[in-house]
């Protein structure tokens, strides 16, 4: 299950969720992901984050099909958070589900890594002195390297 | 033809979208960059290597066939999670 959406969320409800519907699976393997309340810039007032439907959502569907194949998942869910994000408030979250917990937590480190340099989000952070877009940390390109694979060098999560 | 601006770029644009009539002179993608950048405030930043462009919701690489009825994403450099 894939949602992208406006609310916020409760990780720990979504990881309840996740499991009763993963029951049956050896392994469950989860992230989280939060807005820091500071940065280099100072206190982070917000995040605002833009998707570009219907890019955003059918790119997320063939990253979670991939994984899925990849590494036999038996269920995977993907939340992402768009527009205004409080410091505290949970921004991502990904949850896999295989037999074995080496996949699972393969697959979930893969999604995280796709959903940080290629999914279609942009990322505003603002503060007191004032706002600036986001682009991924050399050190995202270099995780997302671990994963490349497709023929025009981009990550999909496939093998 | 229907463009959207996306992350900075409709910062520089000074809005997220706009509707234009495509100039019969343009019929490539890298021929509207050209020109979006040169007739708004971009500067060179439509220019840019990294500058993305979804032609009808799909990623194209320039010089790509674009027609006034098409939907064009230009897009910087994505940052999620």
Request: one cysteine or more; proline letters at 6%; aromatic letters at 8%.
């Amino acid at each position: 299950m894939i949602v992208i959406t406006q609310e916020p969320f409760e990780p720990s409800a979504a990881l309840s969720r996740f499991e009763r519907h993963a029951a049956g699976s050896g392994a469950v393997v989860s992230f989280s992901g939060y807005v820091r309340p500071d940065t280099a810039g100072g206190a982070v007032e917000r995040l605002h984050l833009e998707a570009y439907p219907p890019m955003t959502q059918t790119g997320i569907v063939e990253a979670v099909r991939s994984a899925s194949l990849r590494w036999s998942l038996t269920a995977a869910h993907v939340i992402h958070r768009v527009g205004d994000i409080l410091p505290g408030e949970a921004i991502v979250f990904v949850a896999t589900a295989a037999p074995h917990r080496r996949a699972a937590f393969e697959a979930a480190d893969c999604l995280m890594d796709y959903l940080k340099t290629e999914a279609f989000f942009w990322k505003k952070e603002v503060t007191a002195s004032g706002a600036r877009w986001i682009e991924p940390r050399d050190k995202c390109y270099i995780d997302q390297t671990r994963w490349k694979s497709s023929k025009d060098g981009r990550q999909t999560c496939t093998e | 033809m229907h463009i959207v601006y996306l992350g900075k770029l409709a910062d520089i644009a000074g809005r997220p979208a706009e509707d234009i009539v495509l100039p019969a002179t343009i019929a490539t993608s890298s021929a509207l960059r050209a020109w979006l950048d040169d007739t708004r405030a971009f500067q060179g930043a439509l220019l840019h290597r990294s500058v993305r462009m979804a032609v009808n919701n799909e990623i194209v690489v320039d010089p790509h066939p674009v027609v006034d009825q098409d939907e064009v994403a230009l897009m910087p450099p994505v940052s999620g999670g």
